[in-house]
């Protein structure tokens, strides 16, 4: 292909690149300006025009409907489920790859490959009789334990792929300086695989924060709501102020926003090359 060719092929690219920019920055923008408008403002002006009397009054409103508790325990909820889900799959992966020729370690790792073609909503029944049975209903840790569950199998994919991409010749080395396993994970297979434990806690850490299907069926009190449940409420005590509503929805989406923009590359990057490898 000639250079002129590619040339004319990086232009559309970027072109569809930009485009895709502007389409998906329309409803942001709209989002954030109409929750700094009243409600009079909201009906009367442009939809996509500034406020000319910003408010944060929306803001207050949404704050004092008890959304700082929400917030905890959705904070809660995600800390819970990733920091074991992630050192689990980190201790299931090593095993895996440094246990190569041990058929229940294969056993194991298929059936981690099995989990990922089990869907969340095929099991949800289930779940909820084992939380009611175990007496955990109307609990953070009723959302926490099925969460930890479905968040193994991808995470142990992931940093199978990059452990195993680590030069035996280092294990090796290592064993004979007298390092035992514990040491070459602590020391050796932690360090190379950072970036793959970023992504697998930025990756699973979204959809735990964004879980709905799981605080509905296992919570019943105001008080164990997380923030995408506490948000349909929103939606339901404000339905007609739709700048609370908004302003429910950035206050919701902008802790997990800004951790994406800080890990953002080791996740593309740590995506790209687990799954690539």
Same mark, same amino acid.
């Given at each position: 292909? !000639?250079?002129?060719?590619?040339?004319? $092929?990086?232009?559309?690219?970027?072109?569809?690149?930009?485009?895709?920019?502007?389409?998906?920055?329309?409803?942001?923008?709209?989002?954030? &300006?109409?929750? @700094?408008?009243?409600?009079?403002? *909201?009906?009367?002006?442009?939809?996509?025009?500034?406020?000319?009397?910003?408010?944060?009054?929306?803001?207050?409103?949404?704050?004092?409907?008890? @959304?700082?508790?929400?917030?905890?325990?959705?904070?809660?909820?995600?800390?819970?489920?990733?920091?074991?889900?992630?050192?689990?799959?980190?201790?299931?992966? *090593?095993?895996?790859?440094?246990?190569?020729?041990?058929?229940?370690?294969?056993?194991?790792?298929?059936?981690?490959?099995?989990?990922?073609?089990?869907?969340?909503?095929?099991?949800?029944?289930?779940? *909820?009789?084992?939380?009611?049975?175990?007496?955990?209903?109307? !609990? $953070?840790?009723?959302? &926490?334990?099925?969460?930890?569950?479905?968040?193994?199998?991808?995470? #142990?994919? #992931?940093?199978?792929? @990059?452990?195993?991409?680590?030069?035996?010749?280092?294990?090796?080395?290592?064993?004979?300086?007298?390092?035992?396993?514990?040491?070459?994970?602590?020391?050796?297979?932690?360090?190379?695989?950072?970036?793959? =434990?970023?992504?697998?806690?930025?990756?699973?850490?979204?959809?735990?924060?964004?879980?709905?299907?799981?605080?509905?069926?296992?919570?019943?009190?105001?008080?164990?709501?997380?923030?995408?449940?506490?948000?349909?409420?929103?939606?339901?005590?404000?339905?007609?102020?739709?700048?609370?509503?908004?302003?429910?929805? &950035?206050?919701?989406? =902008?802790?997990?926003?800004?951790?994406?923009?800080?890990?953002?590359?080791?996740?593309?990057?740590?995506?790209?090359?687990?799954?690539?490898?």
């Amino acid at each position: 292909m !000639s250079a002129r060719k590619l040339i004319r $092929l990086n232009w559309l690219g970027g072109s569809a690149a930009w485009l895709w920019l502007v389409i998906v920055m329309i409803p942001l923008y709209w989002i954030v &300006v109409t929750s @700094f408008k009243d409600q009079s403002a *909201y009906f009367s002006q442009n939809p996509f025009a500034l406020p000319t009397a910003p408010t944060a009054e929306n803001y207050r409103m949404v704050i004092e409907a008890d @959304f700082p508790r929400y917030f905890v325990n959705s904070v809660i909820v995600t800390a819970g489920t990733i920091i074991p889900a992630v050192t689990i799959s980190f201790l299931a992966a *090593y095993a895996i790859v440094r246990g190569a020729g041990s058929r229940f370690l294969a056993g194991v790792n298929g059936l981690f490959l099995m989990g990922l073609a089990i869907p969340l909503q095929a099991t949800i029944i289930p779940v *909820y009789l084992l939380i009611i049975r175990m007496r955990l209903y109307d !609990s $953070l840790l009723a959302i &926490v334990l099925p969460s930890i569950a479905f968040a193994i199998p991808l995470s #142990v994919l #992931v940093l199978t792929n @990059f452990i195993r991409d680590v030069p035996k010749e280092l294990f090796e080395s290592m064993r004979v300086d007298g390092a035992t396993e514990w040491g070459m994970l602590r020391t050796l297979a932690f360090p190379l695989t950072r970036p793959a =434990l970023v992504t697998v806690a930025i990756y699973n850490g979204l959809g735990v924060w964004n879980g709905f299907l799981l605080p509905l069926i296992l919570t019943q009190s105001p008080e164990q709501r997380t923030l995408p449940l506490a948000l349909w409420t929103f939606q339901g005590q404000y339905s007609v102020n739709v700048p609370a509503v908004l302003a429910s929805v &950035v206050l919701t989406t =902008l802790p997990i926003a800004i951790l994406y923009a800080v890990g953002r590359r080791q996740l593309l990057s740590g995506l790209t090359a687990g799954f690539s490898r």
